[in-house]
Each structure stands twice: as C-alpha cells, then as structure tokens.
C-alpha cells in the first residue's frame, strides 16, 4: 500500500494517572490479553502496512519490551518493518507540548520514505478499522487530509483536545475542539492521513513558529481560513475510546459484549500482541465464574464476577472479584474480596484482605505492590 | 581457525502414520494431533530441545507433511529461527540414483546423515514425535559423556505387570545395559525403553552406513540397531527418566493424557515458567465465561465463548460452548462449536467440528467416541463410537 504509519505512543499519559506511571498509554493492559497500541499497529498491519514509526517521549521500556523485533504483527520487514522514534535529545531539548512537535523525531522517517500517504494514529482508540478503505475514500474525495470519525456515543464524556466536526456527506463544513455541539456532529478517532510531503512541510513551518498542536494549530486554523479541504471518513463500528481512567475501565467490560467482542476482534483482521506462551487457565471445581473475560494461564479457584483477568492471575480458594480488572502476574489471597478495583501487574494482596472503589472511582493497586 | 558447529544435533522422527489414531490421523501427521487445549503433540519434543539447549532439530517427516511443515513454519514460536543450526523439516527425496520413503527409523537418519554432518556434531539425540512428557535432554547427555556411553537410551521404571507392552531393557549393576528385549513376555526387568537415544554420532553413522547395507534389515532402531551394537559389545547405559511421560499412540491413551492434566496428583505440569511448553499462537482473544456458565476441573486456552457447561474436559483454543450445552470428561480441539443443549461425554471432538443444537456424542459407559476435524454431527443426532459415519 502507497502509506506509511505514524503512532504516538505518549499522548494521553497524564489522563491515565497512577496506570501509567511506568509505562506509555500505549503499553497500557486491556482486554485479557492486549496493550493498547496491539489495535492500532494490528489495523496497519492487516491494511497491509509495512513501514510504522512509533513516536516515544519517556517510559517506553515497558513498550519496547513488548513490540521486541514485531514478528508478532508481521513487521520484522528486511526493507522496512517498524522504527521506534524516540526524541532526539541534546540536554537543552524540552519535552514536546502537542503531537506536531512530537513529530519533528519522526522527520527522518518521513523523509526516507517514499510512499505518498501517512495514516496518522493515536493509540487510544480501539477500534477495528481497514486502513485501506479509508486511503481509497481519501484519493476519491481529493481533499487535502482525511479525519477518521465517528458518532458520539450517548452520555459519553470528552476532554477538551477531543476534535469534532460538522459534516456535509463527506465534506468537513466546521471543526469544534473539547465541544461536541449537538449528536449530528462526528467525533474525532485521533486518526488523519495526509500526504507525506504535506505532513513534512507543515512541520517544518509550523515547529519553528511554535505551534505545536496538529489539529489546533493546523487543522482548525488553516481551515477556519479557508486553506484546507477535509474529507471525513466515518467509521461506523464499534469505537472504544479511553481517555480517562473511568472510560478505560467501562471500556473493558465493553469486550463482554458479544457484538463489540465479534466487531473488534474481527475473524479476517486479527489482533496481534506478544505470545507469551501461557498453559491454559485452569479452572477448579469450586471455582465460580460468572460474566468474565479470561486470558490464558490462570488458576481459577474462588470466585468471579463481571470482571477483566489478564495472563497468568492466580485467585485463590474462597476469595471474591466482582467489577474489576486484575492484571498480568497478580495473585489474590484466600477469603481476599475486591469489588471496582484495577489491579496492576504482579500485585500481590495477601489473604482476607478486603478492597472497595466505586464505578465512578475504581481503586488502583499500583503495579509489583503487596498489600497485606 | 576454529569450524563452526554444534555439539549435538536432535533428529525427531515424525513420519509416523499413527493409524491407531483413527479419523484424527487421516488427514494429519500424528506429532501434528492437538492436545492440552493449545498445544499439538511435537511441542513437547521441540520444547524440550530448546529447554535443553539444543538448537539444532532436524524433523523426518513423510505421512500427511503439509499441516505439520505448516505449524513448524520457520520455527520462530520455538525460539528455533536460527541463522546456524534451528528447525529443518527433512521429508525423504529423490537422489540422483534411486529415490526412496523412509523405510523404518534408522533408515530416516540414514538418509539424512549429509544434515547432520553439516554441523559436524560429537552425538546425536533421537527423539519420536509421539509421547507427551517433559524432559531435559542436556542432563542425559551430561550422564552419557560421564559414563563414556556409546549409545544411551532413555528408560522408565514401569509396574511389572505392563513390561510386558513395552521395549525392555535388562541392566547390569552399573546401569549397562546387556539386552534389549521388545515386549518379553516374561519381563526380567521393568525399564522401559522411551525411545529416546543418545549415540555418539561418528558410531552411529557407521552402524546406520552398515545397516543400510544389510538388505534383511528392517532398518529399525530398537529390533536392528541396538541389538548390533549389543552384539558388537559396544556400551550402551540406561539413562532413567523419572517424570511424566505417556505415549499418545491410541485414542484412549490421547484422552488419558489430556485428562492427565487435570489431575493435580500427576506431575505434567504445564504451568512452569522455568520449563514453558512453546506452540504456535493464533492471535485469539481472551475468553468469554458467561453469567451461565459452569466450570469444573476444567481447562480452557483462548478464544473460547463459554455459556454452557464443562466438567473435567479440555476445552481448546477458539471453541464455543452455547446456553444448555454439557461437555463432560471430553477434549474438544480447536474452534469447534457445541451449540446449544447438544451434550458430550467421554469424547475426543477434532478440529472445527459443529455438533449441532440438541445432538448427543459419547456414552456413560467410558469407552471413548471419537468425531474426526471438520465434521458436523445434525441437530438432535445421538452417536457414539470410535468410527461415526457422519
């Protein structure tokens, strides 16, 4: 395919609080099994993608540990594959302040490319898309960037970067940003294409006038202006967006869902992550399991209710998780009861330890903690 | 300059038909038989190579290769993508004078000694295909250097009254061995033969050269090979293997394995960071246990959608299990659907089946009922046996 991808990995960190501490929002745990930036990188790389930069900021250990060559996603490419962009530091460089900015590391992987189109994504946004279709919707509409929206959902909460826009068919006719003003408008998915050599011009004028932000600074002026033509390309299934922690957490429990499960972990375009080679999870004759999902390698003793295990959770005899999401290595204790809590990887709680949050306000056990 | 090359070379002998396995072999090499949810059989001789060290796997296959060199691929879920050494799938081919099939074991080896001595290797693991245990090869190669062995073979104490199934062989004080005997039906000793050797691979390759040469032969390891060299006064030591392993050559004995793992008493563990079983993963998502969902002593892998019942059953990856529907001390292979009020019992289903809405497979009665891959038993049907007409 004539496109190259782009994915920021650090954009939302501050939204997920204590979660990303110590890691990138895009290594952040979902589903059983997943990290955020799995949806993203499997969508280019089942739209036949074969050249990603992930664009990091700080704490992208966590996240290079779990891309490792990319043999997972099919992207340890001889000519091309994936490039982990991290900035390009002097000592004097400050951390960037908007995603224009944060693509200034990526211009030497903008320039030694050739393909035409770059799809531009966040990783917050979990969706299964075919990045294909939205190329061809963008060659026929002949506009200048594409914006990858979708209808807001009922009640849903937004933050003030979120970008809508007012559409005529296809044709962008008004762009608000942190407003949705009535249901009729689309709400951005985070994602753009836009031609390479436009992407690589509009960073170089804009950078060196400090104007770092990609869809305030750019996309909105130069269209209040009159400058640009946006095209809009609605995607029309299932979108998962988590901007805080409370989204993320709904967000989860989403997946038990079966029309979301079948719309986002589509039989003909996989998900992708690391194997990490698990037995299967084991689960024992008291064990009482009640509307959960269920990653591979846990030992299922108590009881759980309408809750999130990720790999290798090990719940012990009569211990109790109801509405809460337990992660990677984490072990609960005998008679242990937790109710809306996100426990971070390897946590240990010790036996008869009692822990509540609220669905508003889920309680966070910060990763490798033992609370006893 | 020093040559580049390894130590010991592992040859797995796949080739086999495994006709005892019924309808679950007729379209697929035994090693390549799922088993344990998510695993298929040559997992386990592959994860041992590499949990031993050894890098260098040659694989013999001949019967029903194309699934089997499909799940092997490049090796990469093993670790065994090397750029010197790693996982080569030997089917037999044509040479320029004569072009043959693999005629038994030893001959396998034979005609693949120009592999083997590309790596120019000190010894030689042989390995089959066919048994379920976890073992690392790297200390019986230690007690083979210490015992200055020739040919070491892998040995199990069995109970006494089923030495008599088995390859036995009868050991001097010092662990020697003095005879082999192949199913004796007076057993004079209980280890029995796993059908794993270590040779040191310069007298291997002679015996394998000469053996060749004999045309009564029936190029066997255990009836040719070692008889010779016990002949010949070569030594030869039993290495005893103390662990799980099973031989998953029948159909009730595939079951017996798989409910194995549910049995905290029998030591197969699965779940061993330091040992891990590798298998090539299908990028499934983590599985759904409904509201109504009952599970007990049950395994399930990923991808599953359980709103059903499982009781001591292994449930693999990407199956469903609908509303009202029973699995019952079963294995169902991967992605097969059991729809709603079908129920299972004492059954092996295969791969991508669909047993449809109120069907019924197996007895109560413990002998197991087998439905080959890719089957559909009709809705309502009741059927059991080891060879359904369907």
Same mark, same amino acid.
């Given at each position: 395919?004539?496109?190259?991808?782009?994915?920021?990995?650090?954009?939302?960190?501050?939204?997920?609080?204590?979660?990303?501490?110590?890691?990138?929002?895009?290594?952040?745990?979902?589903?059983?099994?997943?990290?955020?930036?799995?949806?993203?990188?499997?969508?280019?790389?089942?739209?036949?993608?074969?050249?990603?930069?992930?664009?990091?900021?700080?704490?992208?250990?966590?996240?290079?540990?779990?891309?490792?060559?990319?043999?997972?996603?099919?992207?340890?490419?001889? *000519?091309?594959?994936?490039?982990?962009?991290?900035?390009?530091?002097?000592?004097?460089?400050?951390?960037?302040? @908007?995603?224009?900015?944060?693509?200034?590391?990526?211009?030497?992987?903008?320039?030694?490319?050739?393909?035409?189109?770059?799809?531009?994504?966040?990783?917050?946004?979990?969706?299964?898309?075919?990045?294909?279709?939205?190329?061809?919707?963008?060659?026929?509409?002949?506009?200048?960037?594409?914006?990858?929206?979708?209808?807001?959902?009922?009640?849903?909460?937004?933050?003030?970067?979120?970008?809508?826009?007012?559409?005529?068919?296809?044709?962008?006719?008004?762009?608000?940003?942190?407003?949705?003003?009535?249901?009729?408008?689309?709400?951005?998915?985070?994602?753009?294409?836009?031609?390479?050599?436009?992407?690589?011009?509009?960073?170089?004028?804009?950078?060196?006038?400090?104007?770092?932000?990609?869809?305030?600074?750019?996309?909105?002026?130069?269209? *209040?202006?009159?400058?640009?033509?946006?095209?809009?390309?609605?995607?029309?299934?299932?979108?998962?967006?988590?901007?805080?922690?409370?989204?993320?957490?709904?967000?989860?429990?989403?997946?038990?869902?079966?029309?979301?499960?079948?719309?986002?972990?589509?039989? @003909?375009?996989?998900?992708?992550?690391?194997?990490?080679?698990?037995?299967?999870?084991?689960?024992?004759?008291?064990?009482?399991?009640?509307?959960?999902?269920?990653?591979?390698?846990?030992?299922?003793?108590?009881?759980?209710?309408?809750?999130?295990?990720?790999?290798?959770?090990?719940?012990?005899?009569?211990?109790?998780?109801?509405?809460?999401?337990?992660?990677?290595?984490?072990?609960?204790?005998?008679?242990?009861?937790?109710?809306?809590?996100?426990?971070?990887?390897?946590?240990?709680?010790?036996?008869?330890?009692?822990?509540?949050?609220?669905?508003?306000?889920?309680?966070?056990?910060?990763?490798?903690?033992?609370?006893? | 300059?020093?040559?580049?090359?390894?130590?010991?070379?592992?040859?797995?002998?796949?080739?086999?038909?495994?006709?005892?396995? &019924?309808?679950?072999?007729?379209?697929?090499?035994?090693?390549?038989?799922?088993?344990?949810?998510?695993?298929?059989?040559?997992?386990?001789?592959?994860?041992?190579?590499?949990?031993?060290?050894?890098?260098?796997?040659?694989?013999?296959?001949?019967?029903?290769?194309?699934?089997?060199?499909?799940?092997?691929?490049?090796?990469?879920?093993? &670790?065994?993508?090397?750029?010197?050494?790693?996982?080569?799938?030997?089917?037999?081919?044509?040479?320029?004078?004569?072009?043959?099939?693999?005629?038994?074991?030893?001959?396998?080896?034979?005609?693949?000694?120009?592999?083997?001595?590309?790596? *120019?290797?000190?010894?030689?693991?042989?390995?089959? @295909?066919?048994?379920?245990?976890?073992?690392?090869?790297?200390?019986?190669?230690?007690?083979?250097?210490?015992?200055?062995?020739?040919?070491?073979?892998?040995?199990?104490?069995?109970?006494?009254?089923?030495?008599?199934?088995?390859?036995?062989?009868?050991?001097?004080?010092?662990?020697?061995?003095?005879?082999?005997?192949?199913?004796?039906?007076?057993?004079?000793?209980?280890?029995?033969?796993?059908?794993?050797?270590?040779?040191?691979?310069?007298?291997?390759?002679?015996?394998?050269?000469?053996?060749?040469?004999?045309?009564?032969?029936?190029?066997?390891?255990?009836?040719?090979?070692?008889?010779?060299?016990?002949?010949?006064?070569?030594?030869?030591?039993?290495?005893?293997?103390?662990?799980?392993?099973?031989?998953?050559?029948?159909?009730?004995?595939?079951?017996?394995?798989?409910?194995?793992?549910?049995?905290?008493?029998?030591?197969?563990?699965?779940?061993?960071?330091?040992?891990?079983?590798?298998?090539?993963?299908?990028?499934?998502?983590?599985?759904?246990?409904?509201?109504?969902?009952?599970?007990?002593?049950?395994?399930?892998?990923?991808?599953?959608?359980?709103?059903?019942?499982?009781?001591?059953?292994?449930?693999?990856? @990407?199956?469903?299990?609908?509303?009202?529907?029973?699995?019952?001390?079963?294995?169902?292979?991967?992605?097969?659907?059991?729809?709603?009020?079908?129920?299972?019992?004492?059954?092996?289903?295969?791969?991508?089946?669909?047993?449809?809405?109120?069907?019924?497979?197996?007895?109560?009665?413990?002998?197991?009922?087998?439905?080959?891959?890719?089957?559909?038993?009709?809705?309502?049907?009741?059927?059991?046996?080891?060879?359904?007409?369907?």
């Amino acid at each position: 395919m004539n496109s190259i991808g782009i994915i920021f990995s650090n954009i939302y960190d501050v939204a997920m609080g204590e979660l990303t501490k110590r890691r990138t929002v895009a290594s952040m745990p979902f589903g059983g099994r997943y990290r955020f930036i799995d949806f993203v990188l499997s969508n280019m790389a089942n739209s036949s993608l074969t050249s990603v930069g992930i664009i990091t900021k700080y704490n992208y250990q966590s996240l290079m540990d779990h891309l490792g060559s990319c043999s997972e996603w099919d992207l340890n490419r001889k *000519n091309s594959g994936v490039y982990i962009l991290p900035p390009f530091s002097t000592g004097f460089t400050n951390v960037y302040r @908007g995603n224009l900015e944060a693509l200034e590391n990526a211009l030497s992987f903008l320039n030694a490319n050739k393909e035409k189109y770059v799809i531009m994504c966040d990783t917050t946004v979990i969706c299964n898309i075919n990045f294909e279709d939205v190329i061809e919707n963008h060659k026929k509409s002949g506009a200048d960037i594409t914006v990858i929206a979708a209808p807001a959902q009922q009640g849903e909460q937004f933050t003030d970067s979120d970008l809508f826009v007012k559409c005529a068919g296809n044709k962008v006719t008004d762009i608000s940003i942190g407003k949705l003003i009535d249901q009729s408008w689309l709400v951005g998915m985070g994602m753009f294409v836009i031609e390479r050599k436009r992407l690589i011009q509009t960073i170089e004028d804009y950078v060196s006038r400090g104007r770092f932000s990609f869809e305030r600074d750019y996309l909105q002026d130069e269209f *209040n202006l009159g400058n640009l033509n946006l095209n809009v390309y609605k995607f029309e299934k299932t979108v998962l967006r988590n901007h805080s922690i409370k989204s993320y957490f709904e967000n989860n429990f989403k997946l038990m869902d079966l029309t979301v499960r079948d719309e986002i972990f589509s039989k @003909g375009a996989p998900i992708y992550t690391k194997v990490r080679d698990e037995a299967p999870s084991f689960y024992h004759k008291d064990s009482v399991i009640e509307g959960c999902i269920i990653a591979d390698g846990c030992t299922m003793i108590g009881t759980a209710k309408d809750s999130i295990f990720f790999r290798d959770v090990h719940l012990k005899k009569g211990s109790l998780v109801k509405n809460s999401i337990v992660m990677q290595g984490a072990k609960i204790g005998k008679g242990a009861s937790l109710e809306y809590v996100i426990v971070d990887k390897n946590v240990i709680i010790e036996d008869n330890v009692a822990l509540k949050g609220s669905p508003e306000i889920p309680l966070i056990i910060p990763k490798g903690t033992i609370v006893s | 300059m020093q040559e580049r090359r390894k130590k010991c070379v592992a040859m797995l002998l796949a080739g086999g038909q495994g006709s005892r396995l &019924g309808v679950l072999t007729k379209h697929t090499a035994k090693p390549a038989v799922p088993f344990g949810g998510k695993y298929r059989i040559i997992d386990f001789p592959l994860s041992n190579c590499v949990n031993s060290g050894l890098d260098t796997v040659g694989i013999m296959t001949q019967y029903q290769p194309l699934e089997l060199n499909d799940y092997i691929g490049n090796g990469r879920p093993w &670790g065994l993508n090397r750029s010197f050494g790693g996982v080569h799938v030997l089917p037999p081919y044509a040479k320029s004078k004569k072009s043959e099939w693999y005629k038994g074991t030893a001959n396998a080896i034979y005609q693949n000694i120009h592999f083997v001595d590309r790596y *120019n290797p000190d010894y030689v693991i042989v390995l089959s @295909g066919d048994h379920i245990y976890k073992m690392d090869y790297s200390k019986m190669l230690d007690y083979h250097k210490e015992k200055g062995s020739d040919c070491t073979i892998a040995v199990l104490d069995v109970p006494l009254e089923e030495a008599s199934r088995f390859g036995i062989m009868n050991l001097n004080d010092d662990g020697s061995i003095y005879e082999f005997e192949e199913k004796p039906k007076q057993p004079k000793s209980t280890k029995a033969s796993m059908g794993i050797y270590i040779f040191n691979w310069q007298i291997l390759k002679q015996y394998l050269i000469e053996d060749e040469k004999n045309p009564s032969s029936s190029n066997d390891f255990g009836k040719d090979i070692i008889p010779k060299l016990l002949n010949d006064n070569k030594k030869l030591f039993a290495y005893l293997f103390e662990g799980y392993w099973k031989d998953v050559g029948t159909i009730e004995s595939l079951w017996e394995a798989n409910m194995d793992l549910l049995d905290p008493e029998i030591p197969v563990q699965l779940k061993d960071p330091d040992f891990r079983i590798y298998a090539r993963n299908y990028a499934k998502p983590s599985s759904y246990i409904s509201k109504d969902a009952v599970l007990e002593n049950s395994f399930v892998s990923e991808g599953c959608v359980i709103k059903g019942t499982a009781k001591n059953s292994v449930i693999s990856v @990407g199956c469903e299990i609908e509303e009202g529907a029973v699995v019952e001390n079963s294995v169902i292979m991967p992605n097969t659907v059991i729809k709603k009020g079908a129920c299972v019992n004492y059954s092996i289903i295969g791969e991508d089946c669909v047993i449809e809405e109120n069907a019924s497979v197996g007895t109560d009665d413990k002998k197991i009922s087998v439905i080959g891959h890719d089957k559909v038993v009709p809705s309502g049907a009741v059927v059991s046996g080891q060879e359904v007409k369907l």
